[in-house]
Every structure is written in structure tokens, then in C-alpha cells.
């Protein structure tokens, strides 16, 4: 037996412990979000009776635009569906690693299609009327940090949240 055998041992051991405990890692984030997304789908059949805001996604055109922004940069409409607030938000978006000077609207939206996120809307795009949210950009996966709520983990506050916000659309229809 060599000298370093004993040390090669404990290093193949200590390998596979960070190995076990990633994939551990790996598959508790596919649970979760696997569990995110049936909360996301039961809560939008909850709310589909209630509410009349609207998500648009824009996007940049040179001619013949929807919007028009402040610096003149016209917007096409591309899509637009159903969805329902669920946390008013404001930030500075981080844009390739920095901070942006601007604070911007960025709720974080359920729209029909059962894919929530922080929606960093446009700010002069908004068409004027109540309820509707334009962006141009794609919204911020909902993962820990979306919530300011600091009790428990992800899937607790995305609860809390959800549960929220039924109850206040539903008081609100009444």
C-alpha cells in the first residue's frame, strides 16, 4: 500500500459526497419547480373568473407601430393575454451583470398561459387605461429572490402569494 492511498481514498470519498449532495440539489429544484407549476395552473383556474387586466408583449419596429416610447422608438404588439397581479413591485433592472439608472414597474404577473415572473414593464408604453401591462422585454423567472417576503422558502411564498391574490380578486368582484 503507497503512501497516498489513505489520501486517495478520503478524496474519492469526499467526490462523491459533492457529487450526491448536487444531484440531491438537482432534484429537490425539479421538484419544486414541478410543484411551482401545478400551483400556477390551479391557481389560474381560481382567478379566471376575475379580473380584466391584460399582458401585452411588444416588440421594437421601425415603421407602423402600436406604442411609441418617449425616444420615439416605435412597438408592435405581439401578443396579448389574461392575467392577474400578484405582487406590486419596483426596481432597477440588471441588464448584463449592472444595475440599469432607471426604477421601473416590474409586477410580478400570472398570466393565463400559467407562466408568472417579474415583468419589467416599458416605462411610456402604458396604453393609457387601467389594468393593461406592456413590456418589451422577456419577464424574470419566479424563483426565491422574486418576493420580498423574507418567511420561508420559495414554494411558502409563492403560496402566500397565490392565496393572496384569490382573495383579492375575489372581494373585488363582490
Known sequence: MSRLDDAIRAARSKASAWENMARGKEERERQEQAEAQALLAEAVGRLRPFGTEVFIRVKPVTFFGDYTGPDGQRYRQVSQQRCWKLARISGRREIDGKLGDEWMESPILLPEDGTAGRFWLD???????????????????????????????????????????????ERASH
Open 123 to 169: 416605462p411610456g408604453l402604458r396604453p393609457g387605461r387601467y389594468g393593461k401591462y406592456v413590456s418589451s422585454t422577456a419577464p424574470d423567472p419566479l424563483n426565491e429572490r422574486s418576493f420580498i417576503d423574507v418567511r420561508g422558502g420559495f414554494l411558502d411564498k409563492l403560496k402566500r402569494h397565490l392565496a393572496d391574490a384569490i382573495v383579492s380578486y
